[in-house]
């Protein structure tokens, strides 16, 4: 069997961002992604995790999701949302979200967004807030649109600019290399090994 033959896998992600993290993944490990659900936030995923889980026992599933601070670490939160996982499940969790993932390639994301290398940090897993992080590694940006963009309006109320998910997922799709940031981002490197097994049980 080819990799076109591969059956495409369903997948469930809290936003566009993680989608296209996702597809990215996939095209690494040669996987073939099919639907994308949720992509309305973290708690919309939870609520219907079970229905995920269901369609599991049929068919693979992908569901990746944030750790952020609900737990100290993965495990934990895998059991709260899944204390029974079917056979084709596989729930990954970045540590402690998808920006640690792609902050993990520094020489990429540090010409990116026009900064020194220095600025990214060398563990970016470790990180509290990883997006929070981000944001202020923009703000110092030679840039001026990378500034505008990535950084939010003064009294705007939100965490990140107009154009933040615009010019990560260019990011992603065009510069960052996910199989060196996995050689610092653990929960990354884990990722994508689950993602080899999918498509190696396909191939077999």
């Given at each position: 069997m080819s990799s076109g033959d591969i059956p495409p896998i369903s997948c469930a992600v809290e936003g566009v961002l993680d989608e296209a993290v996702l597809r990215r993944l996939a095209s690494e490990t040669g996987m073939r992604i099919g639907t994308v659900y949720g992509?309305?936030?973290?708690?919309?995923?939870?609520?219907?995790?079970?229905?995920?889980?269901?369609?599991?026992?049929?068919?693979p599933w992908i569901v990746l999701v944030d750790l952020d601070r609900d737990e100290e670490c993965a495990p934990p939160l895998r059991q709260k949302w899944l204390p029974s996982p079917a056979t084709c499940m596989y729930f990954r969790v970045?540590?402690?979200?998808?920006?640690?993932?792609?902050?993990a390639d520094h020489e990429k994301m540090a010409g990116f967004l026009r900064v020194p290398q220095s600025n990214i940090p060398p563990h970016p897993e470790e990180l509290a807030d990883p997006k929070r992080r981000l944001v202020d590694i923009?703000?110092?940006?030679?840039?001026?649109?990378?500034?505008?963009?990535?950084?939010?309006?003064?009294?705007?109320g939100s965490r990140v600019g107009p154009g933040y998910t615009t010019f990560l997922i260019e990011y992603v799709q065009e510069h960052w290399r996910p199989r060196i940031a996995a050689q610092q981002a653990p929960s990354l490197h884990s990722c994508m090994e689950r993602m080899r097994e999918i498509s190696l049980t396909f191939l077999s």
């Open positions: 992509k309305r936030g973290k708690s919309y995923l939870e609520k219907r995790i079970e229905g995920f889980n269901n369609a599991a026992r049929q068919s970045a540590v402690r979200a998808v920006e640690a993932w792609l902050m923009a703000a110092r940006s030679r840039s001026r649109n990378i500034r505008e963009e990535m950084v939010p309006r003064p009294n705007s």
